[in-house]
């Protein structure tokens, strides 16, 4: 795969550029243009690649290092395709977040659709598989949580599963066709459990070599355990801020917004992938779902990937016990619909192109016409099995009867996600800007 790179940028940077092309300024990047005459901005429609006519055209992938590829359009100002133009960025505003989100849904999901087609193969759905490997018995008050120890729920605490459990578990789950292989501890924070983080790393070094990617959710992390996690070859660690910073009190109280960015910032130096995202159906508003989106996509990097879930309510939780109570306005709580999570899917991959949307919790309670509305928003990711940590999901059947319906192929492990066809094919308009040293160096 040593030739990934150079092909990659054959075909988006670019491989027949038109130097004689009129050099056309954004609105985006005339600022700096005007004021800075070392920058060129250059237009271009990529080109179809030398081999396009090969067989393993259709095949050409971006690096699977989010680092890599990002690199790789470090020079990219937008992308431009049926009418619509999208960047990656993180300066957005929450008006402008705002605007989006309130689009009539018909021109949303346009938008969302042309924005997904432009950076991704939407036929190329990554499948990720979730283990709790350490249920109940935690000590936050997460109030949708069937797991925490404040809320009498059906869930019995179980101890940390054995090292080879979690392999066996892991092993089913690769034959089923996942690719991803995600385990989850019920506890607030690793802290000083240096047995079960032993055992959890050898977990992650022996998934790691069976060939899948590797994605733990173990709570709060400092540093020094992102470092060891990272060595011990996990992929990427999940991390929800679970909603906007203003609504979060209302939801949790153990532990603060800060700590759960802290944790993202430790991951993120680590050089592990973030997964950050959160739930609909916590009694928030509109504007909450903006906050979350807001703080996503104004992060130093956005996340790997962006998880959407929306709550399952179990009985004996604060919002599951309100959600059940006729005679208590539920005022949002569990009230999500198809549409709902389509018009957060919709906006989070406008405002965040290269970032992997994964539909989440919630989905076994979806129809297979929703769940395509919300591919078509642009989710590329799922969860699949038949539990996520303690909630129902679609069995694996379910979902490879799914893909075959939709024209859906998985995403393989350890391998980057396809370049968009559209960009292959020189559908899309490319607006780069470039230093003058490095254009002509």
Known sequence: MATIGSALRGATLAITRSRTAPRVVTASASKYFSTNPHV????FVSSPPPTSSSPNAEALRHPNDVHDR??????EDSRSMAGVTASVRHNWTKQ??????SLPFHELMYRASTVHRMYWDPAEVQQCTLLSIKTGGCTEDCSYCSQSTRHKTFVKPTPTMKVQEVLEAAKRAKDAGSTRFCMGAAWRELG??????????????????????????????????????????LTAYNHNL????????????????????????NV???????????????????????????????????????????LVAVEGTPLGDADADEDTESDGIADVDAFDMARMIATARIVMPRTMVRLSAGRLSFSEAEQFLMFQAGANSIFNGDKLLTTDNPAFDADT???????????????????????????VEITQVKGMEQQYA
């Open 40 to 43: 060129v901005v250059d237009k």
């Open 401 to 427: 009867a799914l893909f075959q319906k939709l024209g859906f192929v998985g995403k393989p492990a350890h391998a980057g996600p396809r370049v968009a066809p559209t960009e292959v094919t020189g559908e």
């Open 242 to 265: 679970d909603t906007s910073p203003e609504h979060y009190p209302n939801v949790i109280t153990t532990r603060t917004y800060e700590d759960r960015l802290e944790t993202i910032a």
């Open 96 to 101: 402008e977040i705002a605007e989006l989100y």
């Open 192 to 233: 000083n459990k240096k047995n079960a983080f032993n055992h959890i790393l050898d977990m992650v070094k022996g998934v790691n070599g069976m060939g899948l990617e590797v994605c733990c959710t173990l709570g709060m992390l400092n540093a020094e355990q992102a470092r060891q996690l990272k060595e011990a070859g």
């Open 70 to 75: 990002n690199a790789n359009y470090s020079d």
């Open 268 to 310: 993120r130096d680590a050089g592990i992938s973030v997964c950050c995202g959160g739930i609909l159906g916590l009694g928030e508003k509109d504007t909450d779902r903006v906050g979350l989106l807001h703080v996503l996509a104004t992060l130093p990097e956005h996340p790997e990937s962006v998880p959407i879930n929306a």
